[in-house]
């Protein structure tokens, strides 16, 4: 039997996220910007995070799979399974990242984005859990920092699980 405990409710979300977003209207707000979500986990936080923002930008999604250490750990090696539909050269880039853990992931996706030569590359990650770093990343814009527990819901899954959760909880197995 799996449990799920609330980390932070959907209030403390909506706080954050309306916080998060009042920055970067004032940062992008004549830049129309290329939003970037990194598949699935981020659809809900950046769905959110858009509407606050409330300016001119555009959005895009980018699929990468890691794999190689099982259901609960992250990323062993990155792939690109689904890529980008819109040319990067110039445009200011917003990357979402629904959480930072070995930093793999993300590390991956920046060095891919930063060959084709954006006027700006930033990162906007919901949450991040500095104790399981490997690889450093600068995250621009930060919602929350977790400790090393394993996080579900408001759109992050356990194998598929558990996404739909309008807060985010941490597994109790
Ligand atoms: P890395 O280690 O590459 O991992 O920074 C980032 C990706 O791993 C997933 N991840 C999690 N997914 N609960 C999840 O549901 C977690 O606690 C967790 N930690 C890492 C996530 O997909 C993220 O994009
Ligand atoms: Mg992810």
């Not at 995070?49 to 609960?72: H, K, Q």
């Not at 629904?98 to 006027?119: C, F, H, M, N, Q």
């Not at 906007?124 to 690889?135: G, N, V, W």
Request: hydrophobic letters at 45%; charged letters at 30%.
């Amino acid at each position: 039997m799996v449990e799920t405990k609330v980390l932070i409710s959907e209030q403390q979300l909506r706080e954050k996220v309306a916080e998060l977003a009042a920055t970067l209207k004032e940062d992008y707000r004549d830049k129309h910007p290329l939003i970037i979500g990194i598949l699935k986990g981020s659809f809900m936080f950046m769905a959110d995070l858009i509407r606050e923002m409330d300016i001119p930008l555009e959005v895009e999604f980018v699929n990468l799979s890691s794999y190689g250490r099982g259901a609960t750990e992250s990323a062993g090696k990155v792939k690109m399974v689904q890529g980008l539909t819109t040319p990067v050269k110039g445009r200011h880039v917003l990357v979402i990242e629904d959480i930072v853990d070995t930093g793999l992931t993300i590390r991956y996706l920046l060095d891919s984005l930063l060959k084709k030569k954006p006027a700006s590359l930033k990162l906007c990650a919901l949450l991040d859990k500095p104790s399981r770093r490997e690889i450093d990343v600068p995250i621009d814009y930060l919602g929350f920092t977790v400790a090393n527990v394993f996080v579900v819901g408001y759109g992050i899954d356990w194998d598929e699980r558990f996404r739909y959760l309008r807060d985010v909880c941490f597994v109790e197995v």
